[in-house]
């Protein structure tokens, strides 16, 4: 059975910082681009960051260049997303997801993905 399953989230006051995981089982994920999504109570799903499957790409969303950062261990089969200086508005259930298509990372916040985790609440207190 493939499975992505994320941890890390958790409450955490502004300003504070988190590492998300995202480990990979019943498969290597070692060949595709990997993305973070969330989703905040009452709002879409909408996308974070993404990691291309070579590990040499990433991209992210505006609202969080320069606070969160993207990274993968092949040998662990797993994904990351630091998350730094967490704002309020940072709220919600991230999910990862994996996309084996190799399209292009730039362009993930508008493919379906082939696997997805089943999410972690992130809450940030003001």
């Known amino acids: 059975q493939v499975q992505l399953v994320e941890s890390g989230g958790g409450l955490v006051q502004a300003g504070g910082s988190l590492r998300l995981s995202c480990a990979g089982s019943g498969r290597t994920f070692s060949g595709y681009d990997m993305g973070w999504f969330r989703q905040a109570p009452g709002k879409e799903r909408e996308f974070v960051a993404a990691?291309?499957?070579?590990?040499?790409?990433?991209y992210y969303t505006d609202s969080v260049k320069g606070r969160f950062t993207i990274s993968r261990d092949y040998d662990k089969n797993t994904v990351y997303l630091q998350m730094n200086n967490l704002k309020p508005e940072d709220t919600a259930v991230y999910y990862c997801?994996?996309?084996?298509?190799?399209?292009?990372?730039?362009?993930?916040?508008?493919?379906?993905?082939?696997?997805w985790g089943t999410g972690t609440l992130v809450t940030v207190s003001s």
């Open positions: 997801a994996a996309d084996g298509s190799r399209l292009g990372i730039a362009t993930m916040k508008s493919r379906n993905m082939d696997y």
């Open positions: 990691i291309s499957w070579s590990g040499a790409d990433t």
